[in-house]
């Protein structure tokens, strides 16, 4: 039988007819070899978490390696593949790698769900060669939600050619000494080779050379019932394939990568696999430079950069280069093709591709083949109309181009890496050297409308024109605004915006292009993109080593097995037989009564096992429990009856695969009936115009008094949107049947509500059902409770099909409906004196709760409002309103970040109105008790050389048109607060003393395990390596509450705190009996007298010596703004943060940095986008919902934790750290508004008029507060 072969870390693999043929290859890893380190979560190549390494031999005929994203290439595109996943590149048997090594000892780990994929890339490019540059600019390919990347970049640069000093010191630090099983000295390296006899090794060259030629190039044909795929190795086969299977349904296949720019992907009856056409991927030269077709992206950017060098008729190439890095990320690049690329803009022209674009502005050409074996040369715009069924496009030709042509190319993200554009441009000028004047001109838009490529109005305008000078450039600059129209698609920014931009691009181009000595020195700035320096940071701490292990800065107890893939998460579980898996059914309306479920003809479908609805659960239909904190409602699992928004689940499929479920889910007919034609309720200004929404709140700030100083009234409003939490393990569900009960292994963070709904809806003793987390991979307020609808429906099916089953919610499924952070309006009204002191404040704040009125947060908006502010004279009202859109729930920082966003931008608007310095007016409104911020601010400013740097920066601005800088100082004063109850156990074994530890506190990457084991081991007086944290148990923690509020770490180390009190309370007498005696001996002695050697406490909120206390912190954040694009780089950022007596300071300022970059995504970048007319979520996607990649952090990026401080309230002096970050990140919407406002100055705007900017502060919301003027743009 015909079959596809390949090795997975050395071992033989096939695969054949009997395996389904769209199995991705990470479901092949997963669940039929077994290997659970290499995880998934967007399944559309954005995230990285899927990443494996590659080895084979490229159409050169060389060997090489290179990243792949296992989600996106199907199993039988791996034929003569030696393939590398994470449990192959070292693990706790053989030893760890130096990219595992070093990820875990930088701290590079915090949840660790996405960091094997971080580990994959870079042992892909540790032959590479990189600079530190180079690698910084590698990683657009992997997505960290926790650590805010600063120490994985450190790791991976670390690899770098020229990796700095301190890098270098740290390596030299973390390395140990090996002794080479082999040779009995010094190991260098992890040393590899291959058994023919194993399963598993390490693949040799020698080995891979008999692989590949056992490929014969003779063609592998497949036959999958009415399906087919076909592995062929000439362009021949290609159209014999065709002309035997027709043309109604088939596909080529590549790299596959075009699968993740469509959001529903269905594969065709017939796919040709032609990445083995060696002749597709081949260039040679006559007067133009031919591409073969299926050139990868990235084996184009090494040509194109030699050949830029050594061809100056191709020179141009260079400025392709730095487009080409561009276009996604290298896992994609290396195997995504430009025939794929453009095949992607032929079948649907709104697609924004950037290979199109360049070629088309140069003049290249496309050879496709016919069946006849008639060749076709086509120009871009041809192939576009052209009907490409049953060609094969083989070859682009690049034109070589005379010094006179000048080419430039732009890509305008809404982050720096891996999304789509914006708006993309390319230019094209041709200018005589002497004069100057336009002899040809190609002005080429990406994003404008699907038929709108060439500004063609402005290219024959400029055409024997010298454009030089304000006349002709303005006059040019009209016609291009006129003849940009930009379609109108909800999905993408708006219209005027997109148009904003293409004309200040065209703009950009001339002053790049511009002779400098007929420029304006004050607009050269605008002739450049803002560049982004290599980044950099710096961490300090202090540490008392007579304390260790308390407040030592040890990694991560977790950190070498997450690097190394074994760290377990709920999806790792081993496949299981008979095991089956979920997926939930979506409403397609947003409003409505649910009349039916059809599922008639997904039966027909071979795997599909059942499809439940709501009247199929035997017990309460809702996965909440009113009752418990902050549930005060009933939420259904699947509707019974009326929909509350678009996407809402309304029934389960259940089928024998991951990707069977999804796919069927998105089949069954559905059908509803009421459904109104207007249009749904999504804002909370909407909302408020309907009494029935509007809920008036008890929760309220009173004021004490008023001041009789009012010399200025300022009023506004300050509205922020909702948040994703974009955790990177998707929300999971594992339910086996075992005796009478279930046991279920829960990504979440409350045990407890898991445990009561599920034993609810299916009418359980709660007793019969018993949980088990080992970790979860992210969690944010995200899995307090929302992935329990999951838990429950994952329930339902494992019980009433007596089986094991698996639930693993797909992102557009849990982006749709798992809700987020609560949007937050606040409407202000202020009065103060001349300095900017309140006299009074009037304020209403309401706040989204989405479709329910669960787990309301406005108590937590009031603490955090208040900030560190004296509010004897606030008056603020409270309310909310629901809206048709998923219930919204916790997100870190619930309701405090919210609260201190408003009166932080309230302070701001003070500040601007008095024309007083806006640190000097917060300081001003401070309370005198219980705030050491003065004297921090202060101290921050010193050493950060904050005033230098603001002179700087004035004097920056004085000469720069299009290039603003800021910097600001941004403060927080977070009030902690005790919360819940918190169950730790803790045991000691009498045969050697170790010990284990079992809490209720969930490890989500915060650090919790690994500071509850310093505490013991500190208590206990004995090494850290002595204490394992075990997973958390529904038996071992029952009744806890949830996990959050940061206060999980001290709560937990409290209860172990008490536990091992006890346990030392037991062993005194023993100790004392036996004068002095070691530890084993102790424990032995102990034993041996039956003294019980596990003691259990549990912390509530009533304990008498843990009393609530601020957090402070000092950020001061610079930012440069390039005016003409909206995008900007934040050069640098400075947090001071207070964590009194650190358990360990360096897990707390992974915190830190990671909330902190959490929170710039929050304030710029991150926008839920729905449609105004049905509701649905059109920021589904890794795509299009951009949480900040790894160059969107501060370029420099310094944390400070406060030295000499102890918290005398906390936990053994140690202060919460998890939330805060993200309470200070609001300043980046400051520091962006001042360099709105010092454009809006040099445009005459009058300066003294407050203006309304929308959060986020993405490049729309930016170029709409610039509003700049055409006729501003001049050259002299």
């Avoid at 040779?183 to 260098?188: A, F, G, R, Y």
């Avoid at 094969?392 to 999304?419: G, T």
């Avoid at 069927?664 to 115009?689: F, G, R, W």
């Avoid at 009996?1073 to 909120?1101: C, E, F, H, R, V």
Wanted: aromatic fraction near 8%; proline fraction near 4%.
């Amino acid at each position: 039988m015909a079959c596809i072969e390949f090795t997975v870390n050395g071992r033989k693999c096939s695969v054949d007819e009997s395996t389904p043929r769209d199995t991705s290859l990470n479901a092949y890893l997963r669940y039929t070899l077994a290997l659970p380190g290499t995880k998934a979560m967007c399944h559309e190549g954005g995230c990285g978490a899927c990443i494996v390494s590659v080895r084979a031999r490229r159409a050169s005929g060389t060997t090489e390696t290179f990243s792949i994203n296992s989600c996106l290439v199907l199993v039988f595109s791996c034929h003569g593949w030696d393939i590398t996943t994470i449990e192959g590149v070292g693990n706790r048997l053989t030893g760890y790698s130096d990219v595992q090594k070093r990820i875990a000892a930088f701290n590079g780990t915090q949840c660790g769900y996405c960091t094997p994929g971080w580990v994959m890339h870079m042992t892909s490019l540790q032959d590479k060669n990189l600079t530190m540059a180079e690698l910084e600019r590698s990683f657009g390919s992997n997505t960290c939600r926790c650590t805010g990347f600063r120490p994985i970049l450190d790791a991976m640069k670390s690899f770098a050619v020229d990796a700095s000093a301190d890098l270098c010191q740290k390596v030299s630090d973390i390395e140990d000494i090996r002794i080479c099983s082999k040779t009995n000295s010094m190991c260098e390296r992890r040393c590899s080779g291959f058994s023919e006899d194993s399963d598993w090794s390490v693949i040799s060259d020698q080995q891979l050379d008999k692989l590949e030629k056992k490929k014969d190039d003779k063609m592998i044909s497949l036959t999958f019932g009415k399906q087919k795929f076909f592995k062929i190795y000439d362009v021949d086969d290609v159209f014999d394939l065709l002309d035997k299977y027709g043309v109604d349904s088939y596909m080529f296949v590549d790299g596959n990568t075009g699968k993740g720019t469509v959001e529903t992907f269905e594969y065709p009856r017939v796919l040709i696999d032609i990445s083995g056409v060696k002749s597709l991927k081949k260039y040679e030269f006559d007067q133009n430079l031919i591409l073969g077709a299926n050139m990868a992206l990235e084996d184009c950017i090494a040509l194109f950069k030699e050949t830029a060098k050594s061809q100056s008729e191709f020179s141009y190439l260079a400025e392709f280069v730095k487009h080409f890095e561009l276009v996604a990320h290298i896992s994609v690049r290396k195997i995504g093709s430009l025939a794929g690329n453009l095949m992607l803009k032929h079948t649907n022209p709104s697609y924004q591709s950037d290979v199109f674009l360049l070629l088309e502005t140069v003049g290249a050409v496309v050879v496709n083949k016919q069946s006849n074996g008639k060749k076709k040369t086509l120009s871009l715009l041809d192939f576009l109309k052209y009907d490409m069924q049953g060609m094969l496009m083989i070859a682009i030709e690049l034109p070589p181009l005379s010094s006179k042509h000048v080419f430039r190319s732009y890509k305008i993200m809404p982050r720096n890496q891996n999304a789509l554009a914006i708006v993309n441009a390319a230019f094209l000028f041709k200018i005589n050297p002497k004069s100057k004047i336009i002899e040809d001109a190609d002005i080429c838009y990406g994003n404008i409308s699907p038929t709108f490529v060439h500004a063609k109005g402005t290219e024959a305008f400029m055409k024997g024109k010298m454009v030089f000078n304000n006349v002709t450039l303005q006059a040019a600059i009209k016609i291009l605004n006129k003849e940009i129209v930009p379609k109108c698609d909800p999905a993408q920014p708006s219209s005027e915006f997109r148009k904003k931009l293409a004309v200040g691009l065209f703009y950009k181009v001339i002053l790049n292009i511009c002779p400098p000595n007929a420029l304006n020195p004050r607009y050269r700035s605008g002739a450049a993109l803002v560049q982004r320096p290599l980044s950099q940071g710096r961490q300090e701490f202090q540490t008392d080593s007579s304390l260790y292990p308390l407040n030592q800065p040890v990694p991560k107890l977790e950190a070498a097995i997450q690097a190394a893939g074994e760290a377990k998460y709920a999806n790792d579980i081993p496949p299981m037989p008979r095991e089956v898996f979920g997926a939930f059914v979506q409403s397609t309306v947003h409003s409505g009564e649910l009349v039916g479920v059809d599922s008639t003809d997904v039966f027909d479908i071979e795997g599909v096992i059942a499809v439940y609805t709501a009247k199929d659960i035997p017990g309460v239909n809702s996965f909440s429990v009113p009752g418990f904190q902050l549930q005060t409602e009933e939420e259904e699992i699947i509707v019974s009856k009326n929909i509350l928004f678009y996407g809402q689940p309304v029934a389960i499929v259940i089928a024998t695969s991951e990707a069977l479920a999804v796919k069927v889910a998105k089949k069954v007919k559905v059908t509803y009936k009421n459904v109104p034609s207007s249009a749904p309720v999504l804002t909370i200004d909407q909302a408020k115009k309907d009494s029935k929404r509007y809920v008036a709140s008890d929760t309220a700030i009173k004021p004490k008094g008023k001041g009789s100083d009012v010399k200025k009234v300022i009023k506004g409003v300050y509205e922020i949107e909702g948040q994703y939490h974009y955790y990177m393990e998707p929300v999971t569900c594992v339910v086996v049947p075992v005796d009478q009960g279930l046991e279920v292994y829960d990504s979440t963070q409350w045990m407890d509500l898991t445990q009561r709904a599920i034993s609810r809806c299916l009418n359980m003793n709660e007793s019969d059902v018993h949980l088990k987390v080992r970790r979860i991979g992210g969690g944010f307020g995200g899995k307090i409770s929302r992935n329990v609808r999951t838990s429950t429906a994952c329930a339902l099916a494992a019980k009433l099909l007596n089986t094991p089953c698996r639930f693993v919610v797909p992102l557009q499924t849990n982006l749709a409906t798992a809700g987020g952070r609560l949007p937050c309006q606040c409407e202000y009204e202020v009065g103060v004196d001349d300095n900017g002191k309140i006299q009074y404040l009037n304020a209403t704040i309401v706040e989204d709760n989405g479709c329910s009125n669960n787990e309301n947060v406005l108590a937590y908006v009031s603490s955090g409002f208040t900030n560190c502010y004296v509010p004897d004279y606030f008056d603020v009202k409270m309310a909310t309103v629901t809206t048709d859109t998923p219930s919204n729930t916790f997100a870190r920082a619930p309701g405090t970040s919210e609260g201190m966003a408003c009166i932080e931008h309230i302070m701001e608007h003070v500040a601007f109105a008095v024309q007083k310095d806006p640190t000097d007016v917060r300081i001003a409104n401070m309370r005198t008790n219980d705030n050491d911020l003065p004297t921090l601010i202060e101290t921050w400013k010193k050493e950060t050389d904050y005033n230098k740097r603001l002179q700087s920066i004035q004097e920056f601005n004085k000469a720069n048109r299009w290039m603003k800088k800021a910097i600001k100082v941004n403060i927080m004063s977070f009030p902690v607060e005790y919360y819940g109850n918190y169950s730790a156990m803790v045991s000691i074994y009498r045969g050697d003393g170790t010990v284990t530890v079992t809490t209720g506190g969930v490890e989500m990457g915060q650090g919790v395990n690994t500071k509850v084991a310093q505490i013991v081991a500190y208590k206990l007086g004995i090494p850290l390596e002595m204490v394992t944290v075990l997973p958390n148990y529904s038996f071992t923690a029952a009744n806890n509450v949830f996990s959050g509020s940061s206060i999980v770490s001290e709560c937990v180390c409290y209860s172990a705190i008490k536990s091992c009190d006890t346990l030392n309370s037991r062993l005194l007498p023993l100790r004392q009996k036996m004068s002095n005696p070691s530890w084993g001996a102790l424990i032995k002695q102990a034993g041996d007298d039956q003294i019980d050697l596990t003691a259990t406490y549990m912390m509530t909120d009533k304990e008498s010596d843990l009393t609530s206390y601020s957090a402070f912190a000092v950020a001061i954040l610079e930012v440069q703004l390039d005016v003409l694009t909206a995008r900007y780089e934040i050069l640098r950022c400075d947090i001071l943060e207070d964590v009194g007596l650190s358990v360990n300071p360096t897990i707390d300022i992974s915190q830190v940095e990671g909330a902190y970059v959490q929170g710039l995504g929050y304030f710029t970048t991150e926008k839920l986008v729905r449609d105004p007319q049905t509701g649905r979520l059109l920021s589904n996607r890794s795509l299009t919902y951009h949480v900040p990649l790894a160059l969107d952090i501060p370029a420099d990026f310094r944390v400070k934790l406060r030295f000499n401080s102890k918290n005398t309230t906390g936990v053994l002096g140690s202060k919460a750290v998890g939330e805060m970050g993200i309470c200070t990140a609001h300043g980046i919407t400051h520091v962006l508004r001042q360099c709105i406002h010092e454009s809006r100055a040099d445009s005459h705007y009058d300066t003294t008029n407050w203006i309304n900017i929308d959060v986020p502060y993405d490049a729309e919301s930016i170029m709409t507060a610039l509003d700049l003027k055409l006729e501003e743009f001049l050259i002299t």
